[in-house]
Each structure stands twice: as C-alpha cells, then as structure tokens.
C-alpha cells in the first residue's frame, strides 16, 4: 500500500467514521425513545454495517485498482483506525473506563460492533469482487 492509496483511504474512513458518530446519535434520539436500547443497539450496528459497506461501494473508484491484499490492507486500516477511535474517544472524550469501553465488543448483548468490524475489514475485497475490479495477477482468485 503506498502513501497515497493509504491517504485516500484515510479520507474515506474519516467519512465512515462521521457517519457513525451521526448514526449513534440517531440510535439515541430516534432509535432507543423508539423501540427500547434492547433493539436499537443491534439495528443500529446493521445500519452502520450497510453504510460502511454502501460508503465502500459508492466511492470505490477513488481507490483505483489494487491487488487482493491492497484491498485487504485498505481493510485492516479501517479496523485500526476504528479502534483507535473507539478507545481515544471512550477514555478522552467520554471519560469512561476500560471496561465500559470493552462492553463494545459484547455482541451478547446486543452490541454488532464486532460485526461493524468485520464487515470494515472485508468491505473494500468485497466490493472488487463485485464490480470485477481485482488485479489477481499471479494471485489466486478469492
């Protein structure tokens, strides 16, 4: 991955990332008052989900052709930087420890922000697999 492909991605994360923040607010305003923190915690990491995922797909173009493991990288960059906000914004901004920012990851209880994760990560191979964009190139197709 080279600096600009890593700049770009950069760029799009931090819409992600607006996005999400304007997606909990929603999950706190509309979402909970609506039908209970029990519902809202699960469907408001589904929505997040289809946006990182739609945000992929709607600015795929602006990373240009990679290899599997560009896309790969693009995704683990993702996952990195969503951590790192996580925890800086819990425990700076939010003031809260390290296990109510942990209590993020229980996906028992309703939280998807694993699935979040999860699907950050895969979004960028997914979305070249689907628009046939992969340069496989003396790699294996996925």
Known sequence: MNISLFLKTGVIWFLIAVLAVGNGVFRQSVLVPGIGHSLALPLSGIILSVIVFAV????????????????????VQWVVMTLVFEFMLGHYLLERSLSEILQVFDIMNGDFFLVVLAVSLFSPLLAAKIKGALDTEGQEDI
């Open 56 to 75: 992929t797909c709607l600015f795929f173009s602006f990373f240009g052709k990679q290899t599997v493991l560009g896309y790969f990288l693009m995704g």
